[in-house]
């Protein structure tokens, strides 16, 4: 069930492939599914998603982990350890997510796939939008696999871990999947990347990878440090979320409204 700071999204369950989620949904119109980053969907990513739904979509948010409606930080303004310990622990040792391994993308895409071929059915529209953040970042170029997915958002996507040069010059999708979006990126799919400059969990060969791979059908949008909000957690993250400054003229504003107009000129377009 919707803690109160999900009151305004309805809740269904949807089961695919053997496994079953409440999925949480606002709005009218052409489908976003919004993957939450660690810890899950916190209030910020609900906000997003609400912006998502302002546009004309309808929002359609998986709940893959945590504890959804919670606030990440504690009432002295703190990171909240013990929520994203119980978050990122569970996720790690599954064997949906790849967290370490490269050219192998997550089982749970399947299901995501899955749920935005559902999304797209009920919602109708020329087809989806995705927008992956931080541990699910890639999610949303895997789903491009799809040719009913049109707008492709990676937001600041961490997997697998950068421990290795390996690991940094990569993103978790297989080679196979990945030729299948480079055809796709050569027939006009546009992929938008977020991250900040000075981000660790999203090492700067990681868009270089990224540029190599789909050309200029990759948008990068890399923003200083100095230009994310200041508030817990830190250091900058998390650009479309807990980072964002929502204020006309602030970069990280800039590149949230970036992600809405791709989701307008290719979700939109018939009305």
């Excluded at 695919?16 to 810890?39: H, N, Q």
């Excluded at 697998?160 to 196979?176: A, C, M, N, V």
């Excluded at 400059?197 to 890399?222: C, M, N, Q, S």
Aim: proline share 8%; charged share 25%; hydrophobic share 40%.
């Amino acid at each position: 069930m919707a803690s109160d700071e999900l009151g305004d999204f309805t809740t269904r369950e949807f089961e695919a492939l053997g496994k079953r989620r409440t999925v949480y949904e606002l709005g009218t119109g052409p489908a976003v599914i919004v993957i939450a980053e660690m810890p899950g969907i916190t209030p910020a990513v609900a906000d997003f998603a609400r912006r998502v739904s302002s546009i004309g979509c309808t929002a359609v948010m998986p709940h893959l982990f945590g504890e959804p409606g919670r606030d990440p930080t504690t009432a002295k303004n703190r990171p909240d350890v013990g929520l994203f310990v119980r978050s990122i622990v569970p996720a790690c040792v599954s064997r949906e997510f790849h967290v370490l391994a490269t050219g192998k993308t997550s089982p749970v895409v399947d299901w995501l796939r899955e749920l935005a071929r559902d999304a797209h059915d009920r919602c109708g529209g020329p087809g989806v939008g995705a927008v992956g953040m931080c541990f699910t970042g890639g999610f949303a170029l895997a789903m491009a696999t799809d040719e009913r997915m049109l707008a492709p958002v990676l937001s600041q996507p961490s997997l697998p871990f950068g421990l290795t040069k390996r690991h940094r010059d990569s993103i978790d999708i297989s080679p196979d999947e990945l030729a299948v979006v480079k055809q796709r990126c050569d027939a006009g799919l546009q992929v938008i990347g977020l991250r900040f400059t000075g981000d660790k969990l999203v090492p700067g060969e990681r868009f270089e990878f990224l540029r190599r791979e789909l050309g200029d059908a990759f948008v990068a949008i890399e923003l200083d440090d100095g230009s994310a909000n200041p508030a817990p957690p830190n250091p900058p993250h998390s650009v479309l979320t807990d980072h964002l400054i929502d204020e006309p003229g602030e970069p990280t504003r800039d590149a949230l409204d970036r992600v809405l107009d791709l989701f307008r000129s290719r979700l939109l377009t018939d009305r």
